[in-house]
């Protein structure tokens, strides 16, 4: 049972540390882009290791250079023009941050400048400019602080993603939510982007999307909470930077959080696309109201491994496994 994960793990190292991994990325073509999804970088993550979304800068930095030699980095919206008209796809790269964490502008927004990669940035518009931390994150501030153990986070978090807005908070309130940006003032897991950060991240290039008002579980929600998500949140992030907004990230992007109607809404809604955190690569035939996204390993080796699985499954579905009309596959 251990071989297989053991067995990635050195044809991954072997590949990447080789050069052969670089060599067949670079050499074989491929009809298809990635979306890589992050939520934020900082120095000294507060999060539990097991649920940790963040990077050290040094990690982000060596990604951004293993992404950016072997693939173009390019906006969402540049690989939705080409989505749109069917255009070949060839191995583009898209860069997204889940959330609205102010380290994406102190911390991971001087580092893509370097690399001249642009980037978008999903939104919670109601936590925006406020102190308070997303649900979830108050229950890992809680476990930070060393109020709730170990052992309990996943099943909390578990009944925390599975239930509407208002059965969340009155669950947080029960815990004893005290633990807040106030009394972490150093921290920079946790904290949110105010509305002058988020104008700034769009100064810097950065492309803005929705990623609803409150982070809620969607399907928890009646129908009418679901819709003001939706368009409240967009309204919110128009109103402040006075363009249009088409992107949406879904909170709790995958299987039975999402589904087509959820995608029909989001339409809509008048955005032009949706990303999940269903894995894989975007191809020129991808619903873009259900974009996969890739996630990373914080070992580049892994994370190069994988790649290259994906780039190869890709090619083998393009040329092998045709869909006949009607059917899925
Ligand atoms: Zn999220």
Request: hydrophobic share 40%.
């Amino acid at each position: 049972v251990k071989l297989k994960p053991t067995l990635k793990c050195i044809l991954s190292f072997v590949a990447y540390y080789s050069g052969i991994e670089f060599l067949l990325v670079k050499l074989l073509p491929l009809n298809a882009a990635a979306i890589i999804m992050y939520h934020g970088v900082c120095e000294h993550s507060k999060l539990p290791p097991e649920v940790d979304f963040h990077l050290t800068p040094e990690d982000f930095e060596r990604q951004l250079r293993f992404l950016t030699r072997r693939y173009r980095a390019v906006r969402l919206s540049e690989l939705l023009a080409k989505l749109r008209t069917g255009a070949r796809l060839n191995k583009e790269v898209v860069l997204t941050f889940d959330d609205g964490y102010r380290n994406n502008l102190t911390c991971a927004a001087p580092i893509l400048a370097r690399h001249h990669s642009p980037f978008s940035v999903f939104i919670t518009t109601d936590y925006i400019g406020s102190d308070e931390w997303l649900p979830l994150n108050q229950l890992y501030g809680l476990w930070s602080a060393g109020k709730i153990p170990a052992n309990e986070v996943v099943q909390l978090r578990n009944q925390l993603r599975t239930r509407s807005r208002q059965e969340a908070s009155e669950l947080i309130c029960r815990l004893g939510a005290g633990v807040r940006a106030a009394q972490l003032p150093d921290d920079d897991s946790f904290a949110m982007l105010s509305w002058e950060q988020v104008k700034e991240l769009a100064r810097q290039g950065g492309e803005i999307g929705s990623h609803t008002q409150t982070h809620c579980c969607m399907t928890a929600e009646p129908a009418n909470r679901r819709r003001d998500e939706l368009e409240g949140s967009k309204e919110a992030i128009e109103a402040r930077l006075g363009n249009a907004v088409t992107l949406f990230a879904y909170p709790y992007g995958k299987t039975p959080y999402i589904d087509p109607a959820f995608g029909l809404l989001v339409r809509e809604c008048g955005y032009q696309c949706a990303i999940t955190t269903e894995q894989g690569l975007v191809t020129p035939r991808s619903d873009p109201f259900r974009l996969p996204r890739m996630g990373y390993h914080k070992s580049i080796y892994m994370f190069a491994g994988e790649m290259l699985r994906f780039h190869l499954r890709t090619m083998w579905n393009q040329a092998f496994v045709t869909t006949i009309p009607g059917s899925s596959i």
